[in-house]
C-alpha cells in the first residue's frame, strides 16, 4: 500500500492545472487559491492535481472526500494521460441534491474536445448528503470494471471503465476537499504525461460590458425578423441591493460578436426581476409575455425590430386551477409545434405546503405545473391543464404530484411531445408525454436523468433534442432517437446553469448561460452530428 503525498510538495511530482493546490487542518487537501477564482481555460472554477511520476493500471484507492457547501465536486482522476485525456470518478452536488437527500457518484471521460462524457451516474441509497461530512471512499479498478464503496454502505458499479495504464490525481469544483489519500497497486511505466495539451476554452463572454453590473443573467435568446439574433439579460451586482438593469445586445454573426447593449429598463433592489419573456410565435412575430402583480398574464406585440413593445392584451387562461397560490413563468415558457399550435408551460405554488417549514424539510413545499395551448399565435388559449394526469388504481383520474416546478418540452420528430419537469424533492426530473399537441399529458414518470435549472429543450434541424441542466456539474443530454435515450456531457462548471438556446445554422447551437460565480453570463456553441455532441469554437463559426 504506497500513500499518496498529503502535502503537494516536491516528494512527488505534481501537476497542477486551474490553480496551485495546499495543504490545509488535518492534512486535507484542496485548491490554494479562492474557490470562486475565475480560471480563462477549461471549465470554470474546476481544479485538477495529477501525480504524474507513476502510472497504474489496475489499483486500489481509499480517500476520503467532502463537499463544503452545496454546490461543489470533489473525486479521483485515474488513467490520466494529459489534462484532456483521463477518467474521472466523482462525487457531484448542488443544493437541490443535498437538501433532498440524494448523494450522487459519476464516472465521466475527459476528452481532446473539452467535455467531460458521463459513462455513468447514479444515486447511491444508504449515505449522507449534507455538507462538511467525510465520505470514506474505497475504489478498485481492474481490467475495465471499477466498483467504488462509500461509507461502507453504498455502492457504485462500472464495467467498461479504462483500463489502461495512466496517471492518478484529484479533482475539485466549489468548495470542497480530499484527504487521506492511500493505493495499493503495480506502477506501471511512465505513459509520457503531455503537459503542453491545456484543455481548451469552449466557452466565450458574449457581451464584454459590465457597466451596468457585473452579473449578468441571461434570459431570452431568438432571432428577429430582419435575422439578426437578440439576447435580453439583466446586469446587477451581487446581493440584494442595487440597480438592476434589463439589457438587449444584438448580433448580426449569428452570436460570434454582440453590440453594446441597450438598456431596457431598471429596477431598484430586485436582482431577479424580470420584466417578461420574448417569443417567436408560428406566425414569426415576436411577442412578449409579462405577469402582473396578481398573477394576471398578458401578451404585448413586439416591433419587429425587437425595439417597442405595444399595450398588454390580458390573456384569458381560464380559473386558476384550485389550491394554487398563483402561477408563474419557469426558464421555459413556449414550444412551438409543427401545426402552428403554441403551448404555454406555468408552474406555482400549491396552498397545502407547509408554509412555516423550510424547503430543506423533505415534503414541506408543494408545486404543480399546468399548460395550455394557443392555435391562432396567442389570440386565445385552452383552459389549463395539469401535466400529470395521473390515476388510481381503479383508472379515475387524481390531482397531480405536488412535486413539479419548471418545466422544459419540446416536440419530437415522430410529432409527440415529451417534458421534462424540474422536482423539488425527487432525485430525477419528472417526464411526461403528450400524444395530441399538448391538449392530454399522461401520468409523469421518473425521468432518464436528475436535473435542475433547465434553460429550455430545443430540438434541431436533424430532429436531435437538447436540454442543459444542472447536475452533474453543467451537463448537456442529447437525444439522437426522439427522446428514447440520452448521451450527457458535462460542458462547464455549474452553479447557476440556466440561460437560453437557439439553433443558429442546421444542426448548430447557440447555448448563452448564467456563469458559475456571479459574473459574466458564457456562451458556447455545439454541434449535433454522426450521433455525438461536439463543441465548436467561435473562431470556427464563419
Not at 410529432?415 to 401520468?443: H, K, N
Request: charged share 20%; net charge negative; aromatic share 10%.
Amino acid at each position: 500500500m504506497e500513500t499518496m503525498s498529503t502535502h503537494l510538495d516536491a516528494a512527488r511530482a505534481w501537476f497542477c492545472a486551474g490553480g496551485a493546490w495546499q495543504a490545509g487542518a488535518g492534512g486535507a487537501m484542496a485548491p490554494a487559491d479562492a474557490f470562486d477564482a475565475n480560471t480563462e481555460s477549461g471549465m470554470q472554477g474546476c481544479r485538477y492535481a495529477f501525480a504524474t511520476d507513476t502510472a497504474y493500471g489496475n489499483f486500489r484507492a481509499a480517500l476520503q472526500v467532502r463537499h463544503d457547501t452545496a454546490h461543489s465536486d470533489v473525486g479521483l482522476i485515474f488513467g490520466a494521460r494529459s489534462t484532456c485525456d483521463f477518467s474521472l470518478l466523482h462525487f457531484p452536488c448542488c443544493g437541490q441534491a443535498y437538501r433532498a437527500q440524494h448523494f450522487w457518484t459519476a464516472l465521466s471521460r475527459m476528452d481532446a474536445a473539452g467535455h467531460l462524457r458521463v459513462d455513468r451516474l447514479a444515486m447511491i441509497n444508504r449515505v449522507e448528503s449534507g455538507t462538511r461530512i467525510w465520505h470514506d471512499v474505497e475504489v478498485e479498478v481492474r481490467d475495465g470494471a471499477l466498483l467504488a464503496r462509500i461509507d461502507g454502505r453504498g455502492v457504485f458499479e462500472h464495467h467498461g471503465a479504462q483500463g489502461r495504464a495512466g496517471c492518478l490525481g484529484l479533482f475539485v469544483f466549489g468548495r470542497a476537499s480530499v484527504r487521506a489519500v492511500r493505493i495499493d497497486g503495480e506502477p506501471a511505466a511512465t505513459p509520457g504525461w503531455d503537459d503542453a495539451t491545456a484543455q481548451p476554452a469552449n466557452w466565450f463572454y458574449p457581451v464584454g460590458d459590465t457597466e451596468r453590473g457585473v452579473w449578468q443573467k441571461p434570459q431570452t435568446l431568438l432571432r428577429a425578423a430582419g435575422g439578426e439574433l437578440v439576447l435580453t439579460f439583466n446586469a446587477s451586482r451581487p446581493g440584494p441591493a442595487g440597480t438592476t438593469s434589463h439589457l438587449m445586445a444584438r448580433s448580426a454573426d449569428d452570436g460570434r460578436t454582440w453590440s453594446a447593449p441597450e438598456v431596457t429598463g431598471t429596477v431598484e433592489g430586485d436582482p431577479w426581476a424580470v420584466p417578461g419573456t420574448l417569443h417567436r410565435f408560428p406566425d414569426g412575430r415576436v411577442r412578449k409575455l409579462s405577469r402582473d402583480r396578481d398573477g394576471t398574464f398578458a401578451l404585448h406585440e413586439v416591433s419587429d425590430d425587437i425595439r417597442a413593445v405595444g399595450p398588454p392584451r390580458t390573456l384569458d387562461l381560464g380559473p386558476t386551477p384550485a389550491g394554487m397560490d398563483g402561477l408563474h413563468m419557469g426558464p421555459q415558457v413556449f414550444a412551438n409545434l409543427d401545426d402552428g399550435t403554441v403551448v404555454m408551460f406555468l408552474y406555482g405554488g400549491h396552498a397545502s405546503g407547509a408554509g412555516h417549514e423550510r424547503i430543506h424539510t423533505w415534503g414541506a413545499v408543494h408545486c404543480r405545473a399546468f399548460t395550455c395551448r394557443s392555435t391562432d399565435n396567442g389570440a386565445t388559449w385552452s383552459p389549463l391543464v395539469n401535466i400529470d394526469h395521473a390515476v388510481d388504481g381503479r383508472g379515475q383520474p387524481v390531482d397531480g404530484s405536488f412535486d413539479l416546478t419548471e418545466v422544459c418540452g419540446a416536440e419530437t420528430c415522430d410529432g409527440r411531445m415529451v417534458a421534462l419537469i424540474r422536482p423539488i424533492y425527487s432525485p430525477w426530473m419528472w417526464e411526461t408525454w403528450s400524444q395530441d399537441g399538448g391538449r392530454s399529458w399522461g401520468p409523469c414518470m421518473r425521468g432518464p436523468f436528475p436535473g435542475y435549472a433547465t434553460p429550455n429543450m430545443l430540438r434541431t434541424s436533424s430532429g436531435v433534442l437538447l436540454v442543459a441542466h444542472r447536475l452533474p456539474m453543467l451537463a448537456v443530454h442529447a437525444s439522437f432517437d426522439a427522446g428514447v435515450s440520452w448521451q450527457g456531457s458535462i460542458i462547464d462548471s455549474s452553479i447557476w446553469v440556466m440561460g437560453s438556446m437557439l439553433e443558429v445554422r442546421p444542426d448548430l447551437v447557440l447555448y448563452v448561460y448564467y456563469d458559475s460565480f456571479e459574473s459574466r453570463m458564457r456562451a458556447q456553441y455545439l454541434r449535433v452530428a454522426g450521433g455525438a455532441l461536439a463543441p465548436v469554437h467561435r473562431d470556427a463559426i464563419d
